[in-house]
DNA sequence: AGGGACAGAGTTTTT
DNA sequence: CTCTGTCCCT
């Protein structure tokens, strides 16, 4: 952490940013320097845009132009918020305190939190996922009887998010939509009703978050003006990836204030000495001004709503408006990055942008083609092997892939070749069953007008409570004009038998608990462990956790160790946060995304999506599944823009590399069961030849004796890190080369005999004990010799140096191997 | 009410 | 393949 220099009011200016002015090229000088209403700054990968938006900010408070309450910044994560937040202080130090740095579903949190009441919500109100969305919508089509007009709960909530994300309700669709049609009426019937159940749980979605900030905006100019009047400064990270509602935001915010006689909270705080304006008045009044950052080509969420033209008609949107570009790059290779401008090129809409680099040609890009995905997986695990042998750590390597299901065979052999590695967002902690069911006891207390998550708890764990106490619980509430969860706290008039009613006695006393220890009446400080305590009650004195304990699923031991980790979370939450109430804790919980809080730990292997890995990079990068109907996405074919959309996605891919770039595929995969043929992606063909070098090449391994030319290309290759870099010797399988079969039938021939599948059992070699110097045979390696053992337990690592396959390293307990 | 067996469906990306 | 939902039996 860098100390800020002191600034001594007056001294402010140019002669006082040397620091920050440093190192910049003319373009990303004036990016930082640059001062008017609106800024885009059009920045290509890796042409340091973090960089220049934190000086901007830096540079902005560093003049007292700006105080920090006075900035908001919004970024796409909050995993880039924490960064650019972390180093905004490291330049300036504790003058950042105060800076709304942000996401903008967060933002728009803490504003709703705020005004929630001016529009018939609490500031206790719940957040959905869209889980809960889900769960919601499935009901109500169910209760409308939608699905026999062909809407299936999936499809109604995409279309609902759409809508939302268009700033569209029910009731202004219903006005465009051809309402004679019978599907069309039922859809915006559920539509309605969503949006009712949501406002009767005192909830919103994550499009309302958005979309009904907007809302509260227009329909209450005074409050807009507030929030107006205290944001002066406005800075939009990956502007490409806005959709039409936060675009909508962004301009209420930047708007000039409605009325300008409101009093000014902030005008009495002194900032106005060093107000450079001339005209103060004028200022005070004016919309803020508003900076952009964004770069067309690395737009990837178009299919959940993100508008393009929101930045390319930016100069329209915003008058006078002033475009710099970013074009060098300081990250990758150039062979890189002439790969990556060669695939862009093909998009035929785009303004034309040649990234460049001075970092020197590099490494040429490595190519491989495995017979199957764990074929290519574990190219891929001995590649990162032959790197970390090199010097390389495992934090600095990544394994990127289009969907997540392809993570699997990639795991598999990873901890088979025991190489570290760290799934990023993958399976959702949150989405875990015990885990919502959880965080649903938690909403029952801080929120009990959501009906959805008292349901939820109603019988678990099992407390005699079917269905149909559950409806006529709803249908006494419903009489009575009480909530759902008030009618539990009067067991007796529900009419039960007694069994249920000691059960339903029973939860209503354990939530009346909880909520005294979480929301204490009077105004007195809670302890700071509140939550943790009171989610640890919840689950202890409900019995949920001794109905894990006393069950004989496996799977219940973990899902009692999910729940320690959870009340962990809590605990680490209250830590952080010694004042924070369990409404921020089911804000944190829902705001944050696994993949925020998963970070790199420092030695390990990154794995993830290629969507998760915009913003990100690292030395190597493997882009992996490199063939059609992958990327491009198969799906992505039927719509409009898909294509090119998938195309961006594999250049954000590629250009997330800084010094070697590995491009893999199978040629064959099998998915729910079925082996099917795969063909290389078209965005090979767009790579120039000369920059790719082959390990083994889909020719190699279409062509007539695939596995002789493949066995040959391994040696031959060498490489970084020697010998072992190819994936083992070609005759492992022991198929003989199939002399006169045309190029397409040896493989379906070979296939059947390529496993597919690791395989499925988990192999148990208990205590199998191997010292140096052991003779080995591995299923698929061959023989080879121990060269050392390390680690302890069930982590036992055996270093193997195989006869014809090269150096691996062995997980023993799972490894299919024998002493020999 | 709850558990087990079976059938069917869904398989893109995520704040 | 794997997850969910449904049906049927206890």
């Known amino acids: 952490m860098t100390e800020a220099p002191l600034i001594v009011p007056g001294t402010a200016g140019p002669q006082g940013q040397d620091d920050l002015l440093a190192g910049l090229n003319p373009q990303q000088l004036e990016a930082v320097t640059y001062r008017g209403p609106a800024l885009l700054i059009v920045a290509g990968a890796g042409s340091g845009k973090t960089s220049v938006l934190t000086r901007r900010i830096a540079s902005l408070l560093r003049s007292r132009e700006a105080w920090p309450s006075q900035i908001l910044a919004i970024t796409f994560t909050n995993k880039a918020a924490g960064e650019m937040r972390e180093r905004v202080e490291g330049l300036i130090g504790d003058a950042a305190r105060g800076m709304w740095i942000s996401t903008f579903h967060s933002a728009c949190v803490r504003i709703l939190r705020r005004e929630a009441q ?439 031991e973990a899902r009692v160790e999910n729940l320690d980790e959870f009340v962990a979370v809590a605990r680490d939450f209250a830590r952080n946060n010694p004042e924070g109430t369990i409404v921020d804790f089911l804000t944190d919980v829902a705001l944050v995304a696994d993949a925020d809080d998963l970070d790199d730990e420092s030695g390990t292997v990154s794995l993830m999506t290629m969507h998760t890995a915009k913003g990100l990079e690292y030395d190597a990068v493997f882009v992996t599944g490199v063939e059609e109907d992958l990327i491009p996405h198969r799906i992505s074919a039927g719509e409009p823009g898909g294509p090119q959309e998938e195309r961006r996605l594999f250049y954000v891919g590629i250009t997330r590399a800084r010094k070697r770039l590995h491009l893999s595929l199978a040629m064959t995969r099998a998915q729910f069961g079925e082996v099917t043929v795969a063909m290389p992606s078209r965005f090979l063909q767009e790579i120039p030849v000369a920059l790719i070098d082959w390990r083994q090449s889909p020719g190699d391994v279409n062509s007539r004796g695939g596995m002789q030319s493949r066995a040959l290309n391994a040696r031959r290759a060498g490489g970084f890190g020697g010998s072992g870099s190819g994936s083992g010797s070609g005759d492992r399988f022991g198929v003989k080369p199939l002399p006169g079969r045309d190029s397409l039938k040896p493989l379906s021939t070979a296939m059947d005999r390529f496993p597919n599948r690791v395989t499925a059992k988990v192999r148990d070699n208990g205590d199998l004990e191997l010292t140096a110097g052991d003779r080995i045979r591995h299923v698929d390696f061959g023989e080879g010799r121990v060269d050392t053992v390390t680690g302890e337990g069930a982590k036992r690592i055996a270093h193997v140096r195989f006869d014809t396959a090269g150096q691996k390293k062995l997980l023993i307990k799972v490894a299919p191997i024998e002493k020999i």
């Open 118 to 556: 001016q529009f018939g919500f609490t500031k206790s109100f719940t957040i959905y996922d869209s889980g809960d969305s889900r769960a919601l919508i499935k009901r109500l089509v169910k209760e409308h009887e939608a699905d026999a007009f062909g809407l299936t709960p999936a499809s109604v909530q995409s279309r609902i998010s759409k809508l939302k994300n268009e700033l569209s309700d029910a009731e202004s669709y219903a006005r465009q939509a051809n309402m004679s049609d019978p599907a069309e009426r039922i859809f915006v019937e559920v539509f309605a009703d969503y949006q009712r159940q949501l406002q009767k749980a005192n909830a919103f979605d994550f499009d309302d978050l958005i979309g009904q900030t907007v809302y509260l905006f227009r329909a209450f100019p005074e409050v807009a003006d507030t929030y107006r009047r205290r944001f002066r400064h406005i800075l939009v990270d990956e502007y490409q990836d806005t959709n039409h509602a936060q675009y909508a935001l962004i301009h209420e915010l930047t708007r000039p204030l409605a009325s300008s006689s409101a009093p000014d909270p902030y005008a009495s705080n002194g900032m106005m000495i060093f107000e450079p304006e001339p005209e103060p008045k004028n200022a005070d009044t004016a919309g803020a001004s508003l900076t952009v950052v964004g770069d067309s080509d690395q737009s990837i969420y178009a299919f959940r709503g993100a508008d393009i033209r929101n930045i390319s008609e930016f100069e329209r949107d915003f008058p006078g408006a002033r475009v710099v570009l970013l074009e060098q790059n300081y990250r990758s290779t150039q062979n890189i990055l002439s790969a990556a401008n060669a695939v862009i090129g093909n998009n035929f809409d785009r303004k034309e942008k040649k990234l460049w680099s001075d970092r020197g040609e590099g490494d040429k890009i490595i190519g491989f083609t495995g017979y199957s995905q764990h074929d290519e997986a574990q190219f891929v695990a001995d590649e990162v092997e032959a790197l970390h042998r090199a010097g390389m750590p495992y934090s600095e390597m990544a394994v990127f892939y289009r969907t997540n299901s392809q993570s699997r065979a990639l795991e598999e052999i990873f901890i088979r070749s025991a190489v570290p590695y760290k799934i990023m967002g993958g399976t959702k902690f949150y989405e875990r069953a015990e885990i919502k069911d959880a965080l649903a006891y938690l909403v029952a207390v801080a929120n009990p007008a959501d009906e959805m998550a008292v349901r939820r708890i109603l019988n678990k764990p099992r407390r005699g409570i079917g269905d149909v106490t559950e409806t006529a619980i709803a249908r006494f509430a419903e009489e009575q004009g009480i909530t759902f969860r008030d009618a539990l706290s009067m067991p007796a008039q529900l009419g039960f038998g007694p069994k249920i009613q000691a059960a339903i006695a029973q939860l209503d006393a354990v939530l009346t608990e909880a909520t005294a220890i979480m929301l204490p009446p009077t105004g007195e400080v809670p302890a700071p462990t509140t939550v943790a305590d009171g989610l640890s009650l919840l689950l202890a004195k409900s019995g949920y956790l001794d109905a894990l304990r006393a069950s004989r699923d496996p799977q219940d």
